[in-house]
């Protein structure tokens, strides 16, 4: 049983250009969760989308910055016009279904650079 | 929304020492894992606990969901320990999943 996949793992953009980040979840799994993780910092909450629906995008910036999870293929989160600070380590995370039994299991991450 | 505290910020042990690192919430929570961020920065998962104690090899982790903390046990450190271990929680009060992570504790074995 595959485990959540992410790729790119690296990526490196010039300021101005675009950034698709794509993540399979695990089999089973329709919970999907994007977390930024800064240099030297903890993980920031950015987006909660199951199959077709984003549920909570309260930790997204509100401009550049865009993620879908459609009915088929992976969940892709989308940075326009990519500045410096958006460097960072983007990790996804699955988890199967409810609540009571919502074990995350994450990726192992896609670092974006911006030159 | 939920605040999730951990602490030591920062923690160094002589390899072989045991430590124990801590998670305060602030509120109810149906959900709580344990993860070891490793130096090469891959999220592990430790412990799935929303109550109780478990145990996996030298570590253990407990949490008392009616005091709104856990605890992560640590026997018998190894340089492998390594790395920044962050607790996740899921609030009860909320209509959907949203996992809110505490800002970690650092962790250096050193030999």
């Given at each position: ?86 460097s960072a380590a983007y990790f996804c995370a699955s988890s199967p279904n409810s609540r009571d039994t919502g074990e995350l299991f994450f990726g192992e991450g896609s670092r974006l650079t911006v030159? | ?111």
């Amino acid at each position: 049983n595959a485990g959540v996949m992410q790729n790119p793992r690296h990526l490196v953009r010039r300021r101005g250009q675009e950034a698709r980040l794509r993540c399979s979840p695990m089999k089973g799994h329709s919970h999907v969760y994007w977390y930024r993780q800064l240099p030297e910092e903890g993980l920031k909450f950015m987006v909660y989308l199951q199959k077709e629906n984003i549920i909570d995008e309260s930790g997204m910036p509100k401009e550049r910055f865009s993620a879908e999870f459609p009915k088929e293929g992976p969940s892709i989160l989308r940075i326009q016009q990519v500045v410096r600070g958006d460097s960072a380590a983007y990790f996804c995370a699955s988890s199967p279904n409810s609540r009571d039994t919502g074990e995350l299991f994450f990726g192992e991450g896609s670092r974006l650079t911006v030159l | 929304g939920i605040q999730v505290e951990q602490s030591p910020p920062d923690l160094i042990l002589q390899e072989g020492a045991n430590s124990t690192l801590r998670c305060n919430f602030s509120d109810s929570v149906n959900n709580l894992q344990w993860f070891h961020q490793n130096p090469w920065g891959q999220l592990i998962n430790l412990f799935y606990i929303p109550s109780g104690t478990k145990q996996n090899g030298r570590l253990s982790a407990t949490t008392v969901a009616t005091e709104r903390y856990s605890l992560l046990y640590i026997s018998s450190s190894q340089t492998t320990d390594s790395g920044v271990y962050f607790c996740a929680v899921v609030a009860s009060k909320t209509s959907y999943d949203k996992v809110i992570f505490g800002p970690g504790t650092s962790l250096s074995v050193i030999p």
